[in-house]
């Protein structure tokens, strides 16, 4: 993985510590919108994290693919994983 390590896993462990407090806040049968908020805020978080190691993706091993074939196989993958984004 080309993206910055430290930082995508500073990401997915805020997340996790989101998700932890969503369920504490279910557990304590909390106000829907106020779980909600947390939910979407872990949601953003993750979209970050992903949008990071994309990024990576596309400035290294796209970019630095030996062939052409190697480029267009790449730039499919990008496709497909952009289309799942977009659902």
Not at 31 to 58: F, G, P, W
């Amino acid at each position: 993985m080309k993206a910055d390590k430290q930082a995508v896993s500073l990401l997915l462990r805020t997340a996790r510590g989101q998700i932890e407090a969503a369920l504490k806040m279910i557990e304590e049968d909390r106000y829907c919108v106020e779980i909600s908020n947390q939910l979407l805020a872990t949601e953003a978080l993750i979209r970050k994290a992903n949008m990071d190691v994309l990024s990576a993706h596309m400035k290294s091993c796209v970019k630095n693919a030996a062939t052409e074939e190697e480029k267009d196989q790449k730039i499919e993958e990008m496709v497909q994983v952009l289309t799942r984004l977009a659902r």
